[in-house]
């Protein structure tokens, strides 16, 4: 869900960002298939589409999820699995949120009456919507029409490459130790050998995690299921900090990946980025974690856990008009592109023009195919003369009305982006042929990780 708000003053006095610096088991089940021309089975997303399809032309009536399960070729419990494995959403809860979102468009755009909207909308009632609108506004309907505020949830359009399943986990009873070494590089692997030196019969439940540094030496961390045996071996060992952490229930999303380290990082790319990103869940209080599934003492897959609960805040969408933004800016193209861009600003800023840097709080960056720009924003009024062999350039966001989509957190700006388009299409604006950009901006001075990431898109301006 997306909360989208229309104050009133000036987009940069409305909006805080950050920094262009990068921020940094499923089970396999088959069990329905739809058969394509010439006998080729359907790939489990396009079934998974096909339902998602289903499901949009009967928003406006009750949903039979047997028959959206059978518009794509499989189960209904294949269903419930499929939208958390997609969308990170319940089934029910993604029918709920993309009604409640088409019922206030309309709302918001038509003079229709609110028991027309309802029953259009496949409401039993007008106090149905009414007690929907309430809930996840906090608004009646006619306040919600006349304020500034708008919800948004947008329909689900992606290809999902990785199979992710939430479930209550119950993970047993561990004692937790610390491995330190000096080298980052295969720190995990000298964990594991040093822990099998020690434990070479042990075939229980086996766990570990990146660790926190200390004294000049790197860690990871590792859990084996709990027993005085093994406490006493452990203890005196290689590995410090021991501790016992007792059972305990948690909810996490899950995803099995084979025990490769580029493997490894991209699913916890996808994991994180995407897929946690677009949920109704966040990460709890608790860490991640993996677990290694072995045969004998080699291990063979990794089932990755973060620990999650419901989500209780979202990205918000403004519409606000700008008075316009400058920025100091570079361009480079190539792999390393935004890294290159971003380090000829710095360097120019830092021999030319260091008051700059001083007094800067916002960045930016404009991404289009392998060519990227970064920038640092200039206050208004403040000249910058560059010289002719610079490189750089004055880059202007021109004034006008701005969608922007602003969130806390960092990931792949293109899913920001594309989910920003899909706004604007669904709200009925129209934007203008410039590239989007994005601006990270701290928020409180002296803390650089409290930063804001907003995405721009210039709005064509509306004719009276």
Known sequence: MIMVTDPATPLHNAYQGGTFFAIVAATAYVEMHAVLPGGMPMPGSARFRQ?????????????????????????????????????????????????????????????????????ACGYSSQQALCKYVKSATSLTPLAYQKSAACYFFPRFDSEAVRQVT??????????????????????????????????PAYQGRLFGRDGQPQGGLFCYELAVEYGPALMHSLTGSIFRELAVVPERSLTCAKLAVR????????A????????????????????????????????KRLILYVPVRKRTDYDKISVSFSEGLEFLAASREGEQAEE????????????????????????????????CTC?????????????????????????????????????????????????????????????PFTTYETVAPGRPDAITMSVWMKLKDVKK
């Open 340 to 371: 290159e861009a971003a380090a000829a600003v710095m360097n120019y800023c830092s021999r030319h023009h260091p008051e700059v840097l001083r007094t800067a709080s916002m960045f930016c960056v404009i991404q289009h195919g392998g060519r």
């Open 259 to 266: 025990s490769d380290e580029a493997e490894i990082g991209l």
């Open 375 to 435: 920038g640092v924003r200039l206050e208004r009024g403040q000249a910058i003369a560059l010289a002719g062999d610079s490189g750089l350039q004055i880059l202007q966001a021109p004034e006008g009305r701005y969608a922007v989509l602003e969130s806390s957190s960092y990931g792949d700006r293109g899913m920001f982006i594309a989910l920003l388009e899909s706004w604007v299409e669904e709200s009925g604006c129209s934007r203008e042929g410039t590239f």
């Open 51 to 119: 339902s998602i399809a289903f499901i949009e032309e009967h928003l406006h009536e009750e949903i039979p999820l047997e028959q959206a399960a059978q518009a794509g070729f499989t189960s209904l419990m294949q269903l419930y699995r499929d939208f958390y494995t997609y969308t990170g959403h319940s089934v029910k809860e993604y029918i709920r949120k993309r009604r409640l979102s088409v019922a206030l468009g309309m709302i918001r755009s038509s003079q229709r009456p609110l028991a027309e909207i309802a029953y």
């Open 166 to 199: 939430v479930s209550t986990e119950i993970l047993p009873a561990t004692i937790h130790m610390k491995f330190y070494s000096t080298r980052h590089g295969g720190i995990e692997q000298q964990a594991l050998e040093a822990l099998y030196a020690l434990l």
């Open 268 to 299: 916890w790319d996808y994991l994180y980025l995407k897929w946690l990103r677009t949920s109704m869940f966040e990460q709890d209080e608790e860490r991640y974690g993996e677990e290694y599934i072995r045969k004998g003492s080699e291990v």
